[in-house]
């Protein structure tokens, strides 16, 4: 390192305490965790973007003529695979949760340190699994693992994929268990629930799906594979079993799945939009609560995924009134934070650019939920591009936008130093656009009939097609960037000081990096979150 | 590292107390039930939806199991959790030998268990009752039998893999307890294992019932 | 706040409790009751549970949030079953007459 000569002497933090990559991997520090997952969901990341881009260049031309129809069932079960298992799900939580979780709340560390290096073992093991099955030709079962095309006839490497999956699930468990004491137990003193920064409200809903959902996947996974080992008849019709059972076990977990892909990147928008406007988060409760009221109704809508698979229909429309009642949580964030913007002094910086992202397009995203949630629409609709873009509007527009915005607001307390500003507004600006392009598209195309999951189409989809291919080259360009200039950063950028955005928080109140145990002196809390009123106030005298 | 010297011999360096310690350790074990309770509750989905379909197979199914050795495997199961709770409270109350002696005393009976188990199975093997392609049964209502037999295996499969789990952890814990371990502070690992033989109990309480009780008044 | 410690006396009738709702439930299965039969023996294996949960397991002299952890543990057990059989138990009630059916 370039320290120069004016440089005060080199004060000890979680970076520098040890060396070494026995240091890494052995350790216990949650900061040090962190930065573990970060670097592996960033790197399953780029190899489900690879597939992803993949799929697009299939899909720029009619024909079928890059990849053969088997192959491209094999991209897309890939891509889904690892964006969600490898990727979405452990992306907030595993990364910006537990780096910030303990220091938000006042704690040393997590409840169970060793767990949460364990962990991101089980993580790894799942995922050198998945990997092994791409290696040996990958799965075409589409990420749903659907019987009994999974359990009897697939001719791929399911078991394999669908152990990985079961396996990653433990790992998630072991973070939402991690977390869920963790708030209960370790609270600074003074830090009462009405306290906590709206991150770990979120954390905390989301922990709870995490910890009440993947069991049940995982008990289905299983019983696929012993279906296919051992020729038991669970889900498959020829040998007795009901393939409809899968599905409702799988989306048991599977839906409230998608809330915890969304409601840690709600927790980071709601940081980022009161320390960029200045001011405490309009309706704090009602934030608060609804993100525990996400995580119950969340369970009890699954039932929107089988509206077209002989599920009897009086269970559909029971499913179809609770799914547009899960809407109305989500839309109570929504308000909170325009009103929080109103009359707030909003500064334009690169993490803001996010939150704003986040707000429009969970909003679509999130409407055309609710249209999708309407049994007659459904029928017509269900496995066409309308639904892969909801998805995408949610999963991409959505998380990883709060994703993205979080890891650029906190990356200065992570490792101490600021990035490019220029070049991060720029790539805010791609993703953006470019994420519009690639995905509404593809309303239109899935509104017009064109089905899912096939590689060749009839050539009036084609115009569409290329457009939605062309925003993604966009949008790939736009991911590409902050991997370059955030590395970069690590080395290169200016230090940033222990709060450099001038926000309200625990954590902005320690050194940055901070130190391994967090705080030199264990914090007491005296205000309510967001006091930046008293901040201002503060300044002015 | 700073201010571990003042922290007492077992206290973890990120706890400030041993009451706060054992809350969370607490906690988080029963956390970890309630996935488990989730886990083996996907089969005891699936055991109601096939059940509702086909009673009749089920009850024939359930008359095929050896009601004598179930019920004797219920009554070995309650004592051994019966022993766990008292080395728990050999625990508490600080007695080292005790928690040894009730710790073995429980995995015997898990051994027991375990044995009669093995019993019935190889009686289910014999007369091709064992799902997948040996399965033979020529009397009526053979694929709902044959959807008994597989949720009989699962069920109890799954919840013997838990007890020689359990057993095993136990193992390591009756050693630790033997060299002196634990103190009324500090014994969370005997409390955690306890809870989790207990859950392990809980669920052979319902599948008594269920796969060995249930449509035992039908003749068939 | 300190351990509660229970009493030898109370595990000791705990078991003695569980043994005999346990001879209980197997008499009780030979009965010809109809549908009584299943819900004696659900009802029997539930209270046998209670019991093993707040005394074994301690949770009667537990925090409310262990309650309300256990509480929630089953009541999402019961949602799980409650709603998937409401999908299976409604399927039979609508026969499709005419072009369609
Ligand atoms: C406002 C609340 C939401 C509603 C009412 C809603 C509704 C629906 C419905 C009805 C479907 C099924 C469409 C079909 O297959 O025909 C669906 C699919 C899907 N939704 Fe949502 N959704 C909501 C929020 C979310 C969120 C927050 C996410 C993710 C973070 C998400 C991710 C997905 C995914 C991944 C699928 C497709 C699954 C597949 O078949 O592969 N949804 N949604
Ligand atoms: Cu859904």
């Known amino acids: ?541 | 590292m700073q201010g571990e010297s003042s922290h007492a011999f077992g206290l973890a360096h990120h706890f400030d107390s041993f009451d706060q310690q054992r809350e969370a350790s607490y906690l988080g074990m029963w956390v970890f039930l309630v996935t488990e309770i989730m886990f083996f509750g996907g089969l005891f989905t699936a055991y109601v939806v096939y059940r509702s379909g086909q009673g009749a197979a089920f009850a024939i199914g359930s008359h095929e199991l050896d009601i004598v050795l179930g019920s004797i495997n219920t009554a070995v199961l309650i004592g051994s959790s019966l022993t766990m709770a008292l080395a728990v409270w050999a625990a508490q109350t600080g007695r080292r030998k005790a928690i040894v002696a009730f710790i073995l005393a429980t995995i015997l009976l898990g051994g027991l268990f375990l044995g009669i188990k093995v019993v019935e199975y190889s009686a289910k093997f014999e007369h091709h009752l064992v799902p997948g392609p040996n399965f033979h049964w020529q009397g009526p209502e053979a694929p709902g039998v044959e959807m008994f037999f597989n949720l009989y295996f699962l069920m109890t499969g799954l919840h013997a893999a838990h007890m020689v789990i359990g057993i095993g952890i136990l193992l390591v814990v009756a050693i630790l307890a033997w060299r002196g371990s634990f103190s009324p502070e500090n014994h969370n690992l005997v409390e955690g294992i306890g809870l989790y033989w207990h859950f392990v109990d809980i669920v052979w309480i319902f599948l008594f019932p269920l796969l060995y009780l249930l449509g035992r008044n039908i003749q068939v | 706040m300190s351990e509660y410690i229970t009493p030898i006396r109370t595990y000791l009738a705990v078991f003695l409790a569980l043994m005999a709702l346990t001879t209980i439930t197997v008499a009780v299965a030979f009965l010809e009751l109809g549908p009584f039969n299943d819900i004696a023996a659900m009802g029997i294996a539930i209270t046998k549970a209670c019991l093993v949960v707040l005394y074994f397991m301690h949770v009667r002299h537990s925090s409310r949030l262990t309650k309300m952890v256990v509480v929630a543990g089953f009541l999402w057990l019961f949602i799980l079953i409650a709603f998937i059989m409401s999908d299976y138990l409604t399927r039979g009630m609508i026969s499709l007459q005419g072009p369609i059916g």
């Not at chain 1, 659907?146 to 468990?173: H, K, N, R």
């Not at chain 1, 799906?209 to 299983?222: C, D, Y």
């Open chain 1, 1 to 541: 390192m370039s320290d120069t000569v004016t440089t005060p002497p080199r004060r000890k933090h979680y970076l520098n305490v040890d060396y070494g990559i026995k240091s890494w991997l052995l350790t216990q520090d949650h900061k040090r965790i962190a930065i573990l997952y970060l670097i592996s969901i960033t790197f399953f990341f780029i190899i489900g973007g690879v597939m992803a881009a993949l799929i697009r260049v299939e899909l720029a031309t009619p024909l079928g003529d890059l990849v053969e129809a088997d192959t491209y069932n094999r991209l897309f079960t890939a891509h889904g695979v690892l964006m969600v298992f490898l990727f979405l799900i452990p992306s907030i939580p595993a990364v910006l949760g537990n780096f910030l979780i303990p220091l938000m709340i006042g704690a040393k560390d997590l409840a169970f340190p060793k767990l949460n290096l364990g962990s991101w073992y089980v993580y790894n093991l799942g995922a050198l699994l998945m990997v092994a099955a791409l290696l040996r030709g990958g799965t075409d079962t589409g990420w749903t693992f659907y019987t009994p095309y999974s359990s009897t006839f697939a001719d791929s490497e399911v078991i394999l994929t669908a152990l990985g999956a079961f396996v990653v699930g433990f790992s998630s468990i072991m973070t939402g268990l991690n977390f869920i004491v963790t708030i209960h137990r370790m609270r600074a003193p003074g830090l009462t629930w009405f306290r906590l920064p709206l991150f770990v409200w979120a954390h905390y809903g989301t922990s709870l799906i995490q910890v009440l959902g993947t069991p049940v996947v995982a008990i289905a996974i299983l019983l696929v594979a012993a279906e296919r080992l051992l020729h038991i008849g669970i889900f498959d019709p020829a040998l007795g079993g009901d393939p409809v059972l899968f599905q409702h076990l799988f989306w048991f977990y599977s839906h409230p799945a998608v809330y915890i892909m969304i409601l840690p990147s709600m927790g980071v928008i709601s940081e980022l939009i009161a320390a960029f406007s200045r001011k405490r988060i309009f309706g704090y409760k009602f934030v608060a609560f609804s993100s525990l009221a996400i995580a119950v109704l969340g369970f009890l809508v699954w039932g929107h995924h089988l509206f077209v698979s002989s599920q009897s229909i009086y269970a559909g429309l029971i499913f179809s009134v609770l799914s547009m009642l899960v809407a109305v949580p989500s839309a109570v964030k929504v308000f909170n934070w325009t009103a929080t913007l109103y009359q707030g002094s909003i500064s334009w910086q690169t993490p803001m650019i996010y939150a704003l992202g986040f707000i429009g397009l969970f909003v679509i995203g999130g409407l055309t939920g609710t249209m999708l949630a309407t049994l007659g629409i459904d029928m017509h609709v269900h496995d066409t591009y309308f639904v892969v873009a909801h998805f995408h509007y949610i999963m991409v527009g959505g998380a990883i936008m709060g994703y993205l915005g979080g890891l650029h607001f906190w990356w200065p307390k992570i490792t101490g130093r600021m990035y490019s500003v220029f070049w991060s507004k720029i790539a805010a600006g791609l993703i953006f656009v470019g994420f519009n392009l690639t995905f509404f598209p593809q309303f239109l195309l899935g509104y017009m009939g064109m089905p899912r999951r096939y590689h060749a189409y009839p050539e009036e989809f084609q115009i569409l097609n290329v457009l939605s291919s062309a925003g993604a080259t966009i949008l790939g360009l736009g991911y590409l960037l902050p991997l370059i200039y955030l590395f970069w950063s690590m080395r290169y950028g200016e230090r940033a000081g222990d709060n450099p955005w001038g926000a309200y928080g625990l954590e902005w109140e320690t050194s940055s990096p901070p130190p391994t145990l967090n705080f030199d002196e264990p914090p007491v809390v005296t205000t309510e979150a967001y006091d930046y009123l008293s901040l201002r106030e503060k300044k002015l005298a």
